[in-house]
């Protein structure tokens, strides 16, 4: 079944550690996004790219670092500069470069902070 | 500034007793407006794309509806099996969306 595939389901980040979380998607499609989820706020977009080689930054895009260097992966780092990275992070994809027919989201990356 | 706004943040309803959702947006150029469904610690499901006013929607117990200023989303008779949280979202460039912060629905058997 074609699909969004998020890794790890959780994640424990030290103070000062960068982490890398992972998204992959066998769906053909050309557009990959990141979302952060916090309680009581909307999705808000991180990072989103269009095409390979390239990518955009979103809404909140410090601290955070992103490739896309295959259509399939758009891995998003977690670096030591984002001072409040505990949240559920969301990877979604879409056809043909735009979100106008939906997003197919993945199963999300809870990442906390010990 | 473009907006959506999702209300009330949280519902609870009896097994059977049919609600609406509500999705309010001020947003110029609507392209379109979605809902998604989302469970505790999964990603959101998608549910209905509306483009137009006067659009309706159904699937299974679910209906959704678009006007010029707001969407509803029609729970009717619902079961336990509807509680989540329900999301909208919006765009109007075809490439990001923006989304609401979501309804907690809760039914109770």
């Known amino acids: 079944d074609g699909g969004i595939t998020q890794s790890p389901k959780y994640l424990f980040r030290k103070e000062g550690q960068n982490v890398t979380l992972s998204c992959e998607q066998n769906l053909n499609h050309d557009a990959m996004y990141w979302y952060r989820q916090d309680p009581g706020q909307g999705l808000r977009l991180i990072y989103y790219s269009q095409i390979v080689n390239d990518f955009q930054k979103g809404d909140i895009a410090e601290g955070y670092s992103v490739s896309r260097e295959k259509k399939e992966s758009f891995p998003l780092t977690v670096t030591s500069a984002q001072k409040n990275p505990t949240a559920f992070y969301l990877c979604a994809s879409s056809a043909s470069g735009t979100a106008f027919y939906g997003y197919t989201f993945g199963s999300g990356t809870r990442l906390t902070v010990v | 500034e473009d907006q959506v706004t999702q209300s009330p943040e949280a519902l609870r309803l009896q097994e059977g007793e049919s609600s609406s959702l509500n999705c309010s947006y001020t947003?110029?150029?609507?392209?379109?407006l979605f809902w998604y469904r989302q469970d505790p610690g999964k990603g959101p499901e998608f549910l209905f794309t509306l483009y137009s006013a006067g659009e309706e929607k159904e699937k299974e117990r679910l209906k959704a509806t678009l006007t010029k200023k707001e969407s509803f989303l029609h729970i009717t008779a619902p079961k336990p099996e509807d509680s989540a949280t329900y999301l909208c979202?919006?765009?109007?460039?075809?490439?990001?969306?923006?989304f609401g912060t979501g309804t907690s629905l809760t039914v109770i058997p």
């Open positions: 979202a919006y765009t109007n460039t075809g490439n990001q969306f923006y």
């Open positions: 947003v110029s150029g609507l392209r379109g």
